[in-house]
């Protein structure tokens, strides 16, 4: 009964910015995904000629932002059960930066896409 309603929300939020707290601090990438998301969002709101057009493209982008922070935790994860070389470790290292890279791709694919309707057709 102590971790319900209102405390729960309330602590969950706490972690919650604690979190974007660390990536903020510790991660250079998610620093440069977060400020590529912050140019291109006012850029989403000119390029996009409907509200889905504008949904999609900031959302592609926060997309982003949600995979990074799951890699940096799979990576966090890894560390904290050892520093040494292990093949799984690097399976679930190199699987969550495969992830960061898929979401990038559909940044490119999605906006691609949608400036090509825009100017070329």
């Not at 971790?3 to 250079?28: C, D, K, M, P, V």
């Not at 399976?91 to 949608?114: E, M, N, P, Q, Y």
């Amino acid at each position: 009964m102590g971790n319900s309603g209102i405390r729960r929300i309330l602590r969950a939020t706490r972690y919650s910015a604690q979190g974007f707290a660390h990536a903020w601090r510790h991660e250079a990438a998610f620093r440069q995904e977060v400020g590529l998301t912050l140019v291109l969002v006012p850029a989403a709101v000119w390029l996009g000629r409907s509200g889905i057009e504008r949904l999609l493209l900031i959302a592609c982008c926060v997309l982003v932002l949600i995979v990074e922070l799951l890699n940096s935790a799979i990576e966090a994860t890894v560390d904290r059960i050892g520093e040494e070389h292990h093949e799984l470790s690097g399976h679930a290292k190199d699987l969550g930066s495969a992830a960061v890279f898929v979401s990038l791709v559909i940044v490119v694919a999605v906006w691609a896409t949608v400036a090509w309707l825009r100017f070329l057709s």
